[in-house]
């Protein structure tokens, strides 16, 4: 998907359906959902373990968007905000399930300070293919996931993540990394015992 | 930043500065050391380089679209081509409700009609809705289905995710039909038959257990030890049951010795034998004759009824016309249909409710209706006949119906205030279903039609009652509470599209609100009520349906308009 530009409104014509979404007009709310359901699901289900999950959440978020249009600050880009109320769904239903959540709280303030060898890592990303690489992601624990989503699926910015990840800003870079890290790890298992981790990638 | 960092001239970067730095989020000055460090350590530059190339490794991953979005999730434009479904919905519905009137309403309401009812009165019946005849049992009946249909969709609601799956849904209703076939006594053994000719227990044979069966008709000379259920046209038992008899039948005779108690419902029914306990049918014409006895009470459904034979307790019956002409034991409480035969009565001088000569009613006898009950001089009665006149008013002038419609309004609020607080998305596309208009009328008429057939044939094929009744009840309860969707909908009409779950509720409130008034309209009131009913009963069906469809193709880069660069 590129995310670049936008394919459907541009940024006044986007302002504009979003007020008048605000305003209450049936139309300009289709016209948003139109353009964001698919996207929106998309994130999802980056973040969440199924396809299921990832469908109602979506829709769910869908009805709080629109529930919450009000509260948009339309100084603001629209896609932040709409990924952060994405965002936050799904940290909530992810933190409900209670998902090896104790493990994930630790070390969140221990800065890595290696120099990894640039060869090795050169090596192990030139061997990757997308598909590798998101099997690998649903086998992160889920803040490391989430993190690298926010970020690299939603174009977020340091600032927004830390807001919806609820770590200071400082300590974004050092989240990311540890997920950058995670994710080697778990491509590196995976392309030393692809039999054996087969059938564990759907499942966390 | 870290103070052992290149940028303040010492050993190489460290990751989480290159990582801060390729993203922009170092400090001016702090960069600016990065830079300098760049210019003369290769092994960093390196370093940078693959951090860069995993960054758009992860875009990539991550923007790929490698599955397709949800069809229930893209709602597809109004104009967007459901019209084949349309036709195929519309012409499945003239074709069912053809079949459903040809082959079942129109020789039931001949027969209805012959005995007393008339046309109106089996529509209300069949929408559960008629106010002029129901009661404090039926509102009872209606909060407890309220109930149980709360608690349906709160269940369905928890486990809709394994419920989605075919597998897990399998499971479920499997598992649904061993419990309601473990229901019955599990000790108690049954027998099952099911074929499309006669079946007979001849005589001296005894079947030692309950009986199911399923045939053209069945005849029992010898015995039955144990319950009967039958599924047929025709009834006939002669011999002797030990237990009930449940029979649905177009015809059932008793001649024979019933120990327990006898429930029907049927066209015709004709008691020359003893029943030991109660009386229970649902029924166009009931007669017992002279040498029959019921042991226990009796309560009536009944078109035309003929009481020759003696009745150990009450009688409690909702009936067009009767004759008692025969001891009962107990109270006689009768309840005249309000429509029932008054221009006959005009014109022969007979009265629909006849207590003859041989009537001797050892409790209380009263009579609600439009017309006077004819007691005969010979007849004995332990008290005054009480007679209270009750006549048929439109709904819109009687205070029952008012009182009626808040009760229907009250459990339907309730249901779309749980539907809104748990399943928001769900009522939201509901909504969206319903706004649509043809379709899910057409849809909601094949399902009207279509569910009940379905229900009725799974109750005579493999699947039997299992599958039937539940599907049965699934229809009635889908009747009921389709209003809700559209009345959300109705309420969106007036007041615009509003946003959140309160708006939603005040929207649902109007919407029930209009409707229920619509229903008070006289002849008008059945159509707004089936519109309603019929708009939800189709935004359900369409909602199911998307669920099974195929996902839509992957979307043509349904691109997102990016957040700046941070």
């Known amino acids: 998907m590129g995310i ?20 209450g007009d049936r139309e300009a709310w289709g016209e948003l959902y139109q353009q964001f359901a698919a996207p929106v699901f998309r994130f999802c289900r980056r973040v969440l373990p199924t396809r299921e999950d990832a469908e109602d959440a979506a829709m769910d978020i869908m009805v709080k968007l629109r529930g919450k249009l009000g509260q948009y600050d339309s100084s603001r ?104 890290h995670a994710l080697r790890e778990a491509l590196t298992q995976g392309s030393k015992a ?11 | 930043m870290n103070p052992d960092s290149p940028a303040n001239g010492k050993s190489h970067l460290d990751e989480v500065t290159g990582l801060l730095y390729i993203e922009g989020q170092l400090e001016k000055d702090d960069a600016q050391g990065v830079v300098a460090h760049l210019g003369q350590c290769s092994s960093c530059r390196r370093l940078l380089d693959a951090l860069k190339r995993e960054s758009l490794l992860l875009q990539q991953a991550l923007r790929e679209d490698d599955e397709p979005v949800p069809a229930s999730l893209l709602a597809p434009r109004a104009s967007e081509g459901l019209s084949w479904w349309w036709l195929s919905a519309w012409s499945l519905a003239a074709a069912g409700l053809y079949t459903l009137w040809s082959s079942y309403l129109e020789p039931w309401l001949a027969n209805f009609q012959q005995s007393g009812f008339d046309g109106q009165f089996f529509f209300t019946w069949l929408l ?11 509102m009872l009946q209606l909060l407890i289905l309220v109930s149980l249909g709360v608690l349906a969709f709160a269940l369905l609601f928890l486990f ?24 019955p006594p599990a000790a108690q053994a049954v027998e099952l038959v099911k074929k499309t000719g006669n079946y007979e227990v001849p005589e001296g044979q005894t079947v030692h257990s309950d009986l199911f069966v399923m045939a053209t ?29 449940f029979a649905f039948a177009g015809e059932v005779r008793v001649s024979g010795k019933v120990d327990g108690s006898l429930r029907t419902f049927t066209g015709h029914e004709l008691i020359e034998g003893e029943i030991g306990r109660n009386l229970t049918s649902f029924v166009g014409n009931l007669q017992t004759s002279q040498r029959s ?11 035309a009824l003929q009481l020759d034979g003696s009745l150990g307790r009450d009688l409690t019956a909702y ?24 221009e006959g009565w005009e014109t022969t001088g007979r009265g629909p409710v006849q207590v003859a000569s041989h009537a001797d009613i050892k409790g209380s006898f009263r009579v609600r209706g439009p017309l006077q009950p004819e007691v005969s001089h010979e007849a004995h009665l332990a008290s005054a006949p009480k007679f209270e006149l009750v006549e048929e008013i439109p709904p819109y002038r009687n205070p029952r119906a008012y009182w009626l419609n808040a009760m229907i309004w009250g459990s339907a609020f309730l249901v779309g205030l749980v539907l809104i607080s748990l399943a928001p998305g769900f009522m939201q596309q509901a909504t969206r279903q319903v706004s649509r208009i043809g379709a899910p009328l057409g849809f909601g008429l094949a399902m009207f039609v279509l569910m009940p057939v379905a229900a009725g044939l799974a109750c005579f094929t493999v699947v039997g009652l299992g599958l039937g009744v539940p599907l049965l009840f699934a229809w009635l309860f889908m009747i009921f509470f389709g209003q809700v969707f559209a009345a959300v909908w109705v309420g969106e009409a007036i007041l615009g599209a509003g946003v959140g779950a309160w708006s939603m509720t005040g929207r649902l409130a109007l919407g029930l609100f209009l409707i229920r008034l619509g229903a008070l309209i006289p002849v008008l009131g059945v159509w707004v009520r089936f519109l309603a009913c019929l708009l939800g009963l189709g935004a359900l069906a369409l909602i199911v349906w998307r669920r099974f469809q195929p996902p839509a193709p992957p979307a043509p880069a349904a691109a997102l308009p990016a957040a700046p660069a941070a």
């Open chain 2, 319 to 342: 009936l067009g016309e009767a004759t008692l002409n025969a001891p009962i034991g107990g109270d006689v409480l009768l309840r005249q249909s309000l429509t029932t035969h008054r």
């Open chain 1, 77 to 180: 880009p629209f896609s932040a905000w709409l990924y952060r109320v994405a965002a936050n769904h799904c940290w909530d239903t992810l933190r409900r399930r209670k998902v090896r959540q104790d493990l994930e709280m630790e070390d969140v303030t221990e800065v890595p300070l290696e120099h990894p060898d640039p060869g090795q890592l050169d090596q192990m990303i030139s061997q990757q293919s997308g598909n590798r690489v998101r099997a690998a992601l649903e086998r992160l624990p889920d803040r490391a996931r989430l993190a690298l989503v926010l970020r690299y699926y939603a174009d977020m910015n340091y600032d927004e993540i830390a807001d919806a990840l609820g770590v200071r800003r400082a300590f974004v870079g050092v989240v990311l990394l540890r997920a950058r």
């Open chain 2, 128 to 138: 559960l809705n008629g106010a002029s005849w129901k009661g404090w049992d039926d």
């Open chain 1, 194 to 204: 692809p039999q054996a981790t087969a059938g564990a990638g759907g499942g966390r």
């Open chain 1, 4 to 23: 670049g530009k936008p394919e459907g409104m541009g940024g006044a014509d986007l302002a504009a359906t979003v007020a008048r979404a605000r305003s």
């Open chain 2, 293 to 303: 006895r019921v042991g226990g009470s009796a309560t009536l459904y009944v078109g």
């Open chain 2, 160 to 183: 809709r995710r394994n419920l989605r799956r075919i597998s897990s849904f399998s499971i479920f209703l499997a598992a649904l039909l061993l419990l309601m076939l473990a229901l």
């Open chain 2, 217 to 245: 008709s069945v005849r029992v000379v010898g015995t039955v030890d144990g319950d009967l259920f039958c599924f047929c046209n025709s009834v006939t038992i002669e011999g002797h049951v030990t237990g009930d008899v």
